[in-house]
């Protein structure tokens, strides 16, 4: 063997377990940033859905739009089960739905959590979402927690 050959082989023999180690890294952070956007996408899923369960005597009465009063149970409800399927859930579902925090403005109004102003009837989901991580969880820790956000406005 020439030595241009061992010396290949050595780095070959160094680097391989590096390379891996990176490709599972970059795996494992896909499979977060995939998580991560399907509880944003469970988030406004049910902030749709509960704007959409409108008081119906309301609505016969003078035809303006307003929130049901079980808006928010139908956010959390819905929110379970968009979250439920989603794989490496550090929690269950259900779990991190009752601790979201969801609130409705069925008139409209001012949200006391960050001061927006909503002018029509809103329902507002603020869901924080542990995912099981890796190979990152050196780095991150068992779990990284992702922070869904969501408002839907009646129209």
């Given at each position: 063997?020439?030595?241009?050959?061992?010396?290949?082989?050595?780095?070959?023999?160094?680097?391989?377990?590096?390379?891996?180690?990176?490709?599972?890294?970059?795996?494992?952070?896909?499979?977060?940033?995939?998580?991560?956007?399907?509880?944003?996408?469970?988030?406004?899923?049910?902030?749709?859905?509960?704007?959409?369960?409108?008081?119906?005597?309301?609505?016969?009465?003078?035809?303006?739009?307003?929130?049901?009063?079980?808006?928010?149970?139908?956010?959390?409800?819905?929110?379970?089960?968009?979250?439920?399927?989603?794989?490496?859930?550090?929690?269950?579902?259900?779990?991190?739905?009752?601790?979201?925090?969801?609130?409705?403005f069925p008139d409209g109004g001012v949200d006391p959590r960050d001061g927006r102003t909503y002018e029509?009837?809103?329902?507002?989901?603020?869901?924080?979402?542990?995912?099981?991580?890796?190979?990152?969880?050196?780095?991150?820790?068992?779990?990284?927690?992702?922070?869904?956000?969501a408002a839907a406005a009646a129209r």
């Open positions: 063997m020439r030595d241009d050959q061992g010396n290949a082989t050595l780095v070959a023999v160094v680097l391989l377990p590096l390379l891996v180690l990176v490709l599972g890294a970059v795996v494992d952070l896909g499979m977060l940033r995939r998580g991560a956007a399907a509880a944003r996408a469970a988030a406004d899923l049910a902030s749709l859905v509960a704007v959409n369960d409108q008081d119906e005597a309301a609505l016969a009465g003078h035809g303006g739009l307003r929130l049901a009063a079980d808006a928010e149970s139908v956010a959390r409800e819905y929110l379970g089960r968009n979250l439920a399927p989603l794989p490496g859930l550090g929690s269950t579902a259900w779990d991190i739905a009752a601790a979201a925090d969801v609130a409705a029509s009837p809103t329902v507002r989901v603020i869901a924080d979402v542990p995912l099981r991580t890796g190979l990152l969880r050196a780095l991150l820790g068992p779990t990284a927690v992702v922070r869904a956000h």
